[in-house]
Nanobody, 115 residues
Framework: QVRLVESGGGLVQPGGSLRLSCAASGSIFSITDMGWYRQAPGKRRDFVAR???????NYEDSVKGRFTISRDNNQNTLYLQMNSLKPEDTAVYYC?????????WGQGTQVTVSS
């Protein structure tokens, strides 16, 4: 089993920045790729960003140029650097990891962008 724990969410003003972290533990050798989804109240859970074990990345169009996904393999931690935040970025952000045995999810961390 794999355990994923997010942290770093909070309240930030429009135009501000926030960095989310996701700590992975357990059978992390089986993980092929990791990333982030987000879900606003009353909306579907939407893809945000993904990074493969080789380091290749992809992003949802609305966050390109503003968000950066990265990883620290030595510390088994995934990051999402969020800049130029907008009110529409407000959501619960979930970390995920994929493996041949299935997908794993964190508990989510709340990000609120408001003045």
């Amino acid at each position: 089993q794999v355990r994923l724990v997010e942290s770093g969410g909070g309240l930030v003003q429009p135009g501000g920045s926030l960095r989310l972290s996701c700590a992975a533990s357990g059978s992390i050798f089986s993980i092929t790729d990791m990333g982030w989804y987000r879900q606003a109240p009353g909306k579907r859970r939407d893809f945000v960003a993904r990074i493969s074990r080789s380091g290749s990345t992809n992003y949802e169009d609305s966050v390109k140029g503003r968000f950066t996904i990265s990883r620290d393999n030595n510390q088994n931690t995934l990051y999402l650097q969020m800049n130029s935040l907008k009110p529409e970025d407000t959501a619960v952000y979930y970390c995920f990891g994929n493996s041949p045995q299935g997908s794993y999810w964190g508990q989510g961390t709340q990000v609120t962008v408001s003045s």
